[in-house]
């Protein structure tokens, strides 16, 4: 099974400023087609996950700017420019290549210090 | 806007049995890959199952082969999983999401208890 790496597990910031998250695989996730199947998802307290980024730096429709992925291979990162209030929650890479079966990375709780 | 509703969720006892069902609407269901994901209470997510549009291909998280089985009725744009030989470690909310690699539209969720 490929293993999905994150990091930090808990990313405490300041209001306005940036935030990256880490997210390694343990196998490459570029598939025959051309397309790496990368996903984000954010989950806010009490709420199910939404998608945030798919193929690693689409950005899925009204998701803010100021989230954006990158990456390639094994090493992908997300990036949030400015953090706001409502950013706060954990967020999840996810690869969609080698399955099943399909599998998260652990989380990373974002949170405002 | 597309919608995902599950439903079925409840307590149960180890050994027990339930059915998840999912009612989608405002999208094509017969033309798209579905899948359950599920989240323990305080963990993160874990694909369960997922099947191809037509119902003709299934596949599992090994945790749960034969136990577990998705299915779907594309008339009634319903998707479905039975889930027998319950365990505790089972507990969890389960969520109803649209596709196989994408899983762009997720459900709210249904809980499931598995306790004695």
């Known amino acids: 099974d490929v293993v999905m790496t994150q990091s930090p597990l808990s990313l405490p910031v300041t209001l306005g400023q940036p935030a990256s998250i880490s997210c390694r695989s343990s196998q490459s996730l570029v598939h025959s087609d051309g397309n790496t199947y990368l996903n984000w998802f954010q989950q806010r307290p009490g709420q199910p996950p939404r998608r945030l980024i798919y193929?690693?730096?689409d950005r899925d429709s009204g998701v803010p700017d100021r989230f954006s992925g990158s990456g390639s291979g094994t090493d992908f990162t997300l990036k949030i420019s400015r953090v706001e209030a409502e950013d706060v929650g954990v967020y999840y890479c996810m690869q969609g290549i080698h399955w099943p079966p399909i599998t998260f990375g652990g989380g990373t709780k974002v949170e405002i210090k | 806007e597309v919608q995902l509703v599950e439903s079925g969720g409840g307590l149960v006892q180890p050994g027990g049995s339930l059915r998840l069902s999912c009612a989608a609407s405002?999208?094509?269901?017969?033309?798209?890959?579905m899948s359950w994901v599920r989240q323990a209470p305080g963990k993160g997510l874990e694909w369960v199952a997922n099947i191809k549009h037509d119902g003709s291909e299934k596949y599992y998280v090994d945790s749960v082969k034969g136990r577990f089985t998705i299915s779907r009725d594309n008339a009634e744009n319903s998707l479905y999983l039975q889930m027998n030989s319950l365990r505790a470690e089972d507990t969890a909310v389960y969520y109803c999401v649209r596709g196989r690699q994408s899983m762009d539209v997720w459900g709210h969720g249904t809980t499931v208890t598995v306790s004695s």
């Open positions: 193929k690693v730096s």
């Open positions: 405002r999208f094509t269901f017969s033309n798209s890959w």
